[in-house]
């Protein structure tokens, strides 16, 4: 496994890879690596024939107020999970090797970005469409891989590699979750064991939604999430949203809707946990 610091370094392996017709599937991440990111490197394996893992923390994405400072890093342990799951590159660069001081050009998507966590983290979106396109770039990947766990974030980026013709497949993967039900993510690291206990709400009020909104239909929505919001705030979260938008537009559903996505983002304690799932309406 090869471990890359610096730009150069990385595209110019992706263009000899290429130039010698491997294909290559590219996995984004910001490190501090658990199942759910062993999930998508084993999908990366199973489809290219080089598998690239990035690891980076990216600072455009965070907002001035949040925690970009104190997000869990341990290159250590993640350079031993891509060598267990047979990572073929390590890219891990600083972030002045990723960012001229002067850089000063942006990839925004514009339509999709805006509601859920982007109307509460207003330039987490533009930091992580233009950071991905740089790594599109540098990677030169025939696939990449995103998790569900951050669903808005998938159809944002199809979104952006759709509107620039970026030549490459994205492919989703499930969430992965705990045995309680937590869905994985480096920030439950932040919680204590009472705040993990109490945050199984989110998936306990998410997995009872769903069948209640596939039975009653769209109408049922406004009280299913009032009482997520009630029995959510009842086991100390702090609701930063619940929603349920059309999935395919990211607006409200309406009789055209196929799929709806419900979303949350509570807090707990300082932590802002984000889970979702998609309802498939029937007619
Ligand atoms: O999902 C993440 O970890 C990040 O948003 C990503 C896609 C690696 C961009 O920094």
Redesign the pocket.
Known sequence: MEIFKTAPELQAFALAAKRSGRTIALV???GFLHAGHASLIDIARRKAEIVIV?I?V?PT?FGPTEDLDKYPRDFEHDRILCLEHGVDVIYAPEPDAMYAPDASTWVEETKLSRPLCGAKRPIHFRG?TT??AKLFNLALPDYAV?GMK?AQ?LFVIRRMVRDLNFPVEIIAAPLVREKSGLALSSRNRYLSEDEKQRALVLSRTLEAAKPAIEQTGLGAIPAIIEAMRVEIEKAGGKVDYIEALDAATLEPPTDATVDVLLALAVYFGTTRLIDNTLIWVKR
């Open positions: 984004p991440t910001m990035s980076f990216n994405q992580v950071v991905v995103f951050d974030q």
